[in-house]
């Protein structure tokens, strides 16, 4: 259970296979970034009740350094690159620095913006539509 991005969850999903079933790491979260693996499991995904995702623990697995390795590759550097990456030429010294023309600033700043509003809600909404596709498949 996660609030306000703190605490544990369910991160690197494998492909369920035919029975249904599938292995996925329990995180400890912190603003939303993965902190530290604590197990990982054979899962059972139920069907939703509310907001989220149900499951059914079925066993205990060996930790998967690859899986880890990945989550944390996508948690601590794709994801933020991704969101970040063009509001870090939307500060004016960066863009001064790189001698980029003053009149494309604002036009600038604003797309960072919008980017920033966009590639956050699309990662959200295929986060979201992941898990459900792995309920209903």
Do not use: C
């Amino acid at each position: 259970m996660r609030i306000n991005g703190i605490g544990t969850t369910l991160l690197g999903v494998s492909d369920m296979d035919q029975e249904g079933v599938a292995t996925a790491t329990f995180w400890f979260t912190f603003v939303f970034l993965p902190l530290i693996p604590l197990r990982r499991y054979r899962v059972q995904f139920l069907p939703a009740q509310g907001a989220g995702y149900s499951y059914q623990v079925i066993s205990e697995e060996k930790h998967s350094i690859s899986e880890i390795l990945k989550t944390y590759l996508l948690g601590w550097i794709v994801a933020p690159v991704l969101i970040f990456g063009p509001l870090f030429f939307a500060i004016r010294e960066n863009w001064e620095t790189f001698q980029l023309p003053e009149s494309w600033y604002t036009p600038y700043v604003i797309f960072s913006i919008i980017w920033f509003i966009v590639v956050f809600s699309i990662i959200s909404i295929l986060k979201t539509a992941i898990v459900l596709q792995k309920l209903w498949l």
